[in-house]
Nanobody
Framework: QVQLVESGGGLVQTGGSTRLSCAAS????????MGWYRQAPGKQRELVAT???????NLADSVKGRVTISRDNAKNTVNLQMSSLKPEDTAVYYC????????????????WGRGTQVTVSS
């Protein structure tokens, strides 16, 4: 009922920057939360950044000062601008949304993107 298309990422040098984008489409009435999580090899998936429909932002301590998250409610997109990248930022980055569907019910559902790889070379 909701599709997420992620773009961006790839191979970046230490200290470099990259931008991730995610577009949500489908039976969307409203999106409560949008954001990004990441999972490095052998590690659990962890929060990177989220933003609410009221523009309240939550950032992981490990990325504070290096990451900017923004959303476009008209386009149902969320962007993650990352700078001063470090090798430990290497991971698969997953788009996450919490959506209220156009079904007339107020229940919010969580959806995940397929992930996009960010590799930071040392």
């Amino acid at each position: 009922q909701v599709q997420l298309v992620e773009s961006g990422g790839g191979l970046v040098q230490t200290g470099g920057s990259t931008r991730l984008s995610c577009a949500a489409s489908g039976s969307i009435f409203s999106i409560n939360f949008m954001g990004w999580y990441r999972q490095a090899p052998g590690k659990q998936r962890e929060l990177v950044a989220t933003i609410t429909n009221g523009e309240r932002i939550n950032l992981a301590d490990s990325v504070k000062g290096r990451v900017t998250i923004s959303r476009d409610n008209a386009k149902n997109t969320v962007n993650l601008q990352m700078s001063s990248l470090k090798p430990e930022d290497t991971a698969v980055y997953y788009c996450y949304v919490e959506v209220v569907l156009t079904t007339g019910h107020s229940t919010a559902y969580q959806y995940w993107g397929r992930g996009t790889q960010v590799t930071v070379s040392s």
